[in-house]
């Protein structure tokens, strides 16, 4: 069975039918259309994806977000906002899309990688399924250390501790930011991700994110919590580089909502039931769960390609690693 974009092969797996490419920034010689178009085209770096976690921080910013300069001091009412409000924001995200795809199974097994239902049993998963088992270390770790990070930075905006910038005085800064900020959490999961497969910390930590071998959108955040320590460290790039407290939630926040859409299980979500689609899923990282030494980072810089670890996504490079 084929699509224009996918194709099911002998094996009943699921592929794309082109190779999988880095993204045309990090190219010898530059490409510079090529970049322009991935940068603006729908879709791209910058649409749906990145504009909607924009979109979002703006929000929380604006309307459910203690005023700063009530953050100076660490006081129960405004962190218990700031916690309660993540709780529902991821409770809401992963929920709707769980129930979207797996529940009501709104788009069938089209764009599937994998069309094994998700784990259930007590044997295997903690709680009675993958789900649940993914749902309690995504609520009550996850969560919590998330928003631990974002009290510290809140109570260090408001006390002047970290640099800070805002739109009136650096405004094209300000903007650049929101597309850079992105690039360095790719690139900080590709080498914290590579830390955690160092055995000792496989073994104990990482494990329990690869116990979902095949995903769904509450297995993006389910880890162990010094996972969670090393996973949301991105954000402490806010200590150094000067930013505004709108950047560090939106930084943190898409750190935690991609892990839920990128782990969807999903190449593609339809808009409707006819053609209207938008990416979803990463099939590179899927790979990285199939195979486990494969592709520990993000399309966005070629660090797999670099280090030796791409899987293009072919029936060779699936062989290769097999064979291994
Ligand atoms: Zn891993
Ligand atoms: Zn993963």
């Known amino acids: 069975m084929t699509d224009s974009d996918y194709i099911i092969d002998d094996k009943g797996n699921w592929?794309?039918?082109?190779?999988?490419e880095f993204d045309p920034i990090f190219v010898w010689p530059p490409r510079p259309i090529q970049f322009l178009k991935y940068l603006f085209s729908f879709p791209g770096y910058i649409w749906p994806w990145n504009i909607f976690y924009i979109a979002i921080a703006v929000i929380i910013y604006l309307f459910f977000q203690p005023a700063i300069s009530e953050c100076k001091n660490f006081s129960f009412s405004w962190i218990s906002i700031v916690f309660l409000r993540n709780l529902f924001l991821v409770f809401v995200y992963a929920g709707l899309m769980h129930l979207r795809f797996y529940i009501f199974k709104y788009q069938g097994e089209k764009y599937q990688y994998n069309t094994k239902p998700l784990g259930t049993g007590n044997k295997f998963w903690h709680f009675g399924s993958q789900t649940r088992e993914n749902m309690f270390w995504t609520l009550c770790s996850a969560v919590p250390i998330w928003s631990a990070y974002e009290v510290i930075f809140l109570w260090g905006y408001a006390n002047n501790i970290f640099p800070y910038i805002d739109f009136n005085t650096n405004p094209i800064y300000f903007c650049v930011l929101f597309l850079l900020l992105p690039g360095w959490q790719m690139v900080h999961f590709y080498f914290s991700h590579r830390i955690t497969h160092w055995k000792p910390l496989y073994k104990w930590v990482h494990y329990l994110h690869h116990r979902n071998v095949n995903t769904g959108p509450w297995s993006g955040l389910s880890m162990h919590p010094v996972e969670h320590i090393i996973y949301f460290s991105t954000v402490l790039i806010h200590f150094i580089i000067p930013s505004h407290?709108?950047?560090?939630?939106?930084?943190?926040q898409r750190t935690g909502l991609a892990a839920i859409h990128g782990h969807s299980g999903f190449d593609k979500i339809m808009?409707?039931?006819?053609?209207?689609k938008l990416p979803h899923a990463s099939y590179f990282h899927y790979l990285h769960h199939k195979y486990f030494e494969c592709n520990y980072g993000e399309l966005w810089m070629p660090l797999d390609k670099w280090f030796g670890s791409f899987h293009n996504g072919s029936k060779e490079d699936d062989e290769r690693l097999v064979n291994k």
């Open 15 to 20: 592929r794309p039918a082109k190779k999988l």
């Open 245 to 252: 407290p709108l950047h560090m939630i939106f930084h943190i």
């Open 271 to 276: 808009l409707n039931k006819h053609r209207a």
